[in-house]
Every structure is written in C-alpha cells, then in structure tokens.
C-alpha cells in the first residue's frame, strides 16, 4: 500500500513555540520534500532530502529546518514560530529525485496555525 | 520571475461541459507533470507529460514543449471533477525540484 502519512493533520501554536511536523512513507523512496501551500501562491518548495542526512534548501527554507535520520522518515521543524508561518504544509516522496519519469506521491497535509 | 504560470486563476462549469486549462513555463526542459487537489486537499499525480499528448478517462493533457506550454482537457465534465488542478515542471537541473503554477480551480455545479 503506497502511503505517505503526516502527522498531526491539524496543529494549533502560539507564536515562539516550537513545532515538529512529521512524515512517514513505506515506499522506500529516496527523496522526500516539503511544501506549504498558501492561498493563490500554489505549493512553494521548503526542503528537498535526497536521502538519510542529505537535506538541501528549497525556495523558502528560512525560519524551517528539517531532519531526515531514517529514509522513510523525513520531519519538519519549526524553532520559534512565527504568525506568517500559517498554512498547510505537504509532505512528498519520489522514488528518485531526477529521474525523466518521476512520480510524486503526496501526504494528506498538515494544516498548522500560528497565533 | 514566475516559471510556471497558469490559467484561468478559476472556473465555474455546468455538469457536461468542457474544459481547457492552460499552462505556460518559462523552461523547454520542463518533464513537465499535472496534479489535481481534492477539495479536501490530497494532492494525486494525473499526467507526467513532458511532450504530446496523453489520455486518462476524460482528461488530455497536450504539451508543446518547443512552445512552452501545456494543456489539460477535461471533457463531459462531472461535480466530481472539483478541485484544484496544479502543472509543475522540474527546474534546477540534476538535482532538481518541482516547481508549481498556481493553480487553476474548477467548480462543477449540476
């Protein structure tokens, strides 16, 4: 069953918190990646992991770090968040990051507030 | 400046209609792929189509790459059809990333 799984699906924080989004798939893809998603910007790029340890910056990284210590693991963390942190993050995986046939399989979404 | 851009921003059909949503990106190495976005928001893989057209049920999806643009054709369209419908090209060479358009939303209303 290919599944990528978020967790929480819904998150509350206040502003200065810290916030761990976490992402799961049992594919054994090798690269996962971070999205938000804001109203009339479609999906911005975060993180790209390519594998275990092996994190680079997206578009908007500033403000997010993320963790990636087993291959079906790959977490978001948010030290300190801010209100314009708001929105709805997905998590994605694909088998290979560059291959000519690539398929992305995406998470449900987290949708995290920040008050 | 903005790689991939998409339109209509919205659309409103009546159950049976077609549909043309249109996409135009700024590369002509694009591997270019179409989402759609449940109202609920999962995000689904419909076409990876980096030239030419391809058929899934009522959806085409038309890419000229040397033009820089894509269509998706949705036919006889159905309330089940709502959503978002998302093109993305992949940018930044061997280890690249996918960039998204904006979107382009659908309302199918019986």
């Known amino acids: 069953d290919m599944k990528v799984t978020q967790m929480p699906r819904y998150l509350i924080k206040r502003m200065g918190e810290n916030v761990l989004l976490e992402c799961g798939q049992d594919?054994?893809?090798?690269?996962m990646y971070w999205y938000r998603q804001d109203p009339g910007l479609g999906l911005q790029l975060i993180y790209i992991s390519y594998d275990v340890d092996s994190n680079s910056e997206g578009d908007i990284p500033k403000g997010y770090r993320v963790s990636r210590k087993k291959r079906e693991h790959f977490s978001l963390i948010l030290d300190s968040a801010k209100t314009n942190q708001t929105s709805v993050y997905f998590c994605a995986s694909s088998l290979l990051g560059t291959s000519s046939n690539e398929r992305l399989f995406f998470g449900h979404g987290t949708k995290l507030s920040v008050l | 400046g903005q790689q991939v851009q998409q339109s209509p921003a919205s659309l409103v059909l009546q159950e049976g209609e077609n549909a043309e949503l249109q996409c135009n990106f700024s590369?002509?190495?694009?591997?270019l792929q179409w989402f759609y976005q449940h109202p609920g928001g999962r995000l689904v893989s419909l076409f990876y189509?980096?030239?030419g057209t391809k058929h899934t049920g009522r959806l085409t999806s038309t890419t000229v790459t040397n033009e820089r643009r894509s269509s998706l054709h949705i036919s006889s369209s159905q309330t089940t059809d709502s959503g978002t419908y998302f093109c993305?090209?992949?940018?930044?060479?061997?280890?690249?990333?996918?960039?998204f358009g904006e979107g382009t939303q659908v309302t199918v209303i019986s």
């Open positions: 594919m054994s893809h090798e690269t």
């Open positions: 189509n980096p030239s």
């Open positions: 993305a090209i992949w940018t930044g060479g061997l280890s690249g990333k996918l960039t």
């Open positions: 590369s002509t190495a694009t591997r």
